[in-house]
C-alpha cells in the first residue's frame, strides 16, 4: 500500500443536522386514496410520461369519439330533410359503433394501473402508507373507472349536447333531464361492469401485455361461446354470459330503447348477469390482492 496521506478527508461537512418535522396537512386515508387516484389517472393517460405513453390511451379515445364527431359535424351541416331522420344513432345504440375501441381501450388501462405496482415494487410502498389493500382498491378502482367514463360516457355525452344545441331533441327542460340521466346512468353502468372485468382479470398477474392479452381473449371468447350455443339450440338467456353483448343491451335497456342482442332475454336476468358479472369482478381483484404476501 502507498504511504502517502488521503487527501481531502477535512473537506466533508455536515451542513444539517438532526430531523425536521413535517409541517403540511396531514389528510390521513381519504388523502392518501386521492393522491393515489390521481397518479393512477396521470399514468393511465400517460400523462408526465413520453409521448409514446400518450398514443395508445388518447388514441383510443379519439376513436370513440369519432363516430359522435362525425355525426353531429354532418347534422350541422346538412338539413336533417336530406339526411334523413335515423342518420344519428340513439345514445343506446351508438355504443355498437364503439364497442370493438371501447374493449381494446379497457384491455389497457387496469393493466396499466394495476400490473405496474406489482412489477415495480411500488404496492409494498403504497401499504406502507395510511393505505390497507382496501383503500388501495378504492383508489385505483375510482382512476380505472374515471378513465373508463371517458370512453362510455363522453361521446354519448357530446351527442346529447350536439342534438340540444341544434334543436334535434330533446324538447323540454324534463326531457332534457331524464335524456341526460339516462346517458349518464348507461355511462356508469358500463363502466363499472369493464372497471370490475378488467380489475379481476389483471389481478391474476403482474405482466401488463399478459393482462391485456387475456382481457382481450375473454371477451372474444365469451362472444364466440354465446355465439355458438345460439345458433345450436334455444338457450334464452344464454347471451348474458358475453361481457360484450350484455353491456350493449344494458345501455338500450336504461334508454328505453328495444335491445337487438337479447330482445328475448328478461330485464330482470339482464340485471342480475350484470351484478354477478360486476360484484365477481371486484371479488377476485380483492382476494388476489389479499392473497399478495407483500413486504411493507
Known amino acids: 500500500m502507498s504511504d502517502q496521506p488521503v487527501t481531502g478527508r477535512g473537506e466533508a461537512r455536515i451542513l444539517d443536522r438532526g430531523y425536521r418535522r413535517y409541517d403540511g396537512p396531514r389528510r390521513g386515508v381519504g388523502g392518501a386514496i ?8 396521470q399514468r393511465a393517460l400517460g400523462l408526465r410520461r413520453s409521448v409514446w405513453a400518450k398514443l395508445l390511451p388518447f388514441g383510443g379515445v379519439l376513436i370513440a369519439f369519432l363516430p359522435a364527431v362525425v ?9 336533417l330533410d336530406d339526411i334523413g331522420v335515423n342518420f344519428v344513432p340513439d ?20 393493466p396499466e394501473v394495476l ?10 410502498v403504497y401499504l406502507a402508507s395510511p393505505l390497507d389493500r382496501d383503500t388501495y382498491l378504492v383508489g385505483k378502482a375510482l382512476a380505472i373507472g374515471f378513465v373508463l367514463s371517458l370512453v362510455c360516457i363522453g361521446p354519448t355525452l357530446l351527442l346529447l349536447v350536439a342534438n340540444v344545441l341544434q334543436n334535434q331533441g330533446p324538447e323540454g327542460a324534463t326531457d332534457i333531464v331524464i335524456t341526460l340521466l339516462r346517458v349518464v346512468g348507461a355511462g356508469l353502468a ?3 361492469l ?7 382479470i389483471a389481478s391474476l398477474t403482474d405482466r401488463k401485455s399478459v393482462a391485456s392479452a387475456s382481457i382481450i381473449l375473454v371477451f372474444l371468447i365469451m362472444l364466440m361461446v354465446t355465439g355458438i350455443l345460439t345458433a345450436e339450440g334455444d338457450f334464452n338467456g344464454i347471451n348474458v354470459l358475453s361481457i360484450t353483448l350484455l353491456s350493449l343491451d344494458i345501455a338500450q ?12 332475454t328478461s330485464t330482470g336476468l339482464v340485471w342480475l348477469a350484470w351484478a354477478i358479472w360486476t360484484v365477481g ?7 388476489r390482492l389479499h392473497a399478495l404476501a407483500v413486504t411493507r
Request: proline share 1%; net charge positive.
Open 34 to 41: 386521492s393522491t393515489l387516484t390521481v397518479h393512477s389517472i
Open 71 to 79: 355525426f353531429v359535424g354532418v347534422v350541422a351541416l346538412i338539413p
Open 91 to 110: 345514445y343506446g345504440d351508438y355504443y355498437g359503433y364503439i364497442i370493438a375501441a371501447i374493449m381494446v381501450f379497457v384491455a389497457l388501462v387496469a
Open 115 to 124: 400490473c405496474t405496482d406489482r412489477r415495480s415494487g411500488m404496492l409494498g
Open 190 to 192: 358500463v363502466t363499472l
Open 194 to 200: 369493464y372497471t370490475s372485468i378488467t380489475m379481476g
Open 253 to 264: 335497456r336504461i334508454h328505453g330503447e328495444q335491445s337487438s342482442v337479447m330482445r328475448d
Open 281 to 287: 369482478g371486484f371479488t377476485l381483484a380483492r382476494v
